[in-house]
């Protein structure tokens, strides 16, 4: 899925192992940023979660009655060459989505693949990539709530967060180096948010890992921003952690 939002920007929906060749080094499964995939994950953020071993999704098709064409008919009352040639107990069509859904969890994808596009029907693409002038300048991970066990986990620590509507989550956001400070970041959430909008949800969470100090302070210590990133965005903090590190940022959608 592309998006052309113009001044030679694109959004893509990550849907197919292409698509996955364009997210940023720094964000790759097999780099330093790795903790995007930790989210997916309730217990430790394992490789096991990658669901390498979980079978493609695959429609089983309808088998024919004994008797085959002759048989249908005559049940039917009609000649053989009379049957209907619409057969209501034939699977329907897979949508577009449900199609690359499948083809993403086929043996031999990406397990990364499959975990960003296993609610492709429902809510669309959960990895977003920012490109400027055909370049990946930056990435976003952002899907339902249901779909990041471990931001559930974290959640359920701050029981006063409203429980409905079930939020959608960015888990990560990530700029590449030659481009950070240009608000190329706040530009990609955006552009989820209203995908987020569009798929009905109402709002939308994000949860930073704040420095025990300004020192310590850095850009690759945390997939998830920062409080004050999200807070130039329109968010604001719904709960927070007992020494204060782990704001929740919550954002109502239009």
Request: aromatic share 6%; net charge negative.
């Amino acid at each position: 899925m592309r998006i052309d939002i113009g001044g030679g920007f694109e959004l893509v929906g990550v849907e197919s192992a292409d698509d996955l060749a364009l997210v940023p080094p720094c964000t790759r499964d097999d780099a330093d940023h790795a903790t995007c995939t930790w989210w997916e994950d309730a217990d430790k953020g394992s490789k096991a979660a990658h669901l390498d071993a979980r079978p493609a999704n695959v429609t089983p098709r309808a088998t024919a009655p004994a008797g085959g064409k002759a048989a249908l008919a005559a049940f039917l009352g009609a000649e053989v060459s009379e049957a209907p040639a619409f057969n209501p107990f034939a699977p329907k069509a897979p949508t577009r989505e449900e199609a690359l859904r499948d083809a993403a969890a086929a043996p031999g994808q990406p397990a990364k693949l499959r975990l960003l596009t296993r609610q492709l029907p429902i809510s669309g693409p959960m990895g977003w990539i920012l490109l400027a002038k055909g370049e990946p300048v930056a990435y976003c991970q952002a899907g339902p709530l249901s779909a990041f066990p471990r931001a559930q986990r974290l959640r359920d620590r701050y029981p006063d967060l409203p429980s409905t509507p079930p939020p959608a989550v960015v888990t990560c956001i990530s700029v590449v180096p030659a481009v950070r400070g240009s608000a190329l970041g706040s530009a990609l959430v955006e552009g989820v948010l209203t995908r987020l909008s569009g798929a009905g949800f109402a709002a939308v969470e994000a949860y930073p890992e704040e420095p025990a100090t300004a020192a310590a302070l850095d850009a690759e210590a945390t997939s998830s921003a920062t409080q004050r990133f999200w807070e130039r965005l329109g968010f604001a903090v719904a709960a927070t952690g007992p020494d204060g590190r782990w704001p929740v940022m919550r954002r109502v959608l239009e």
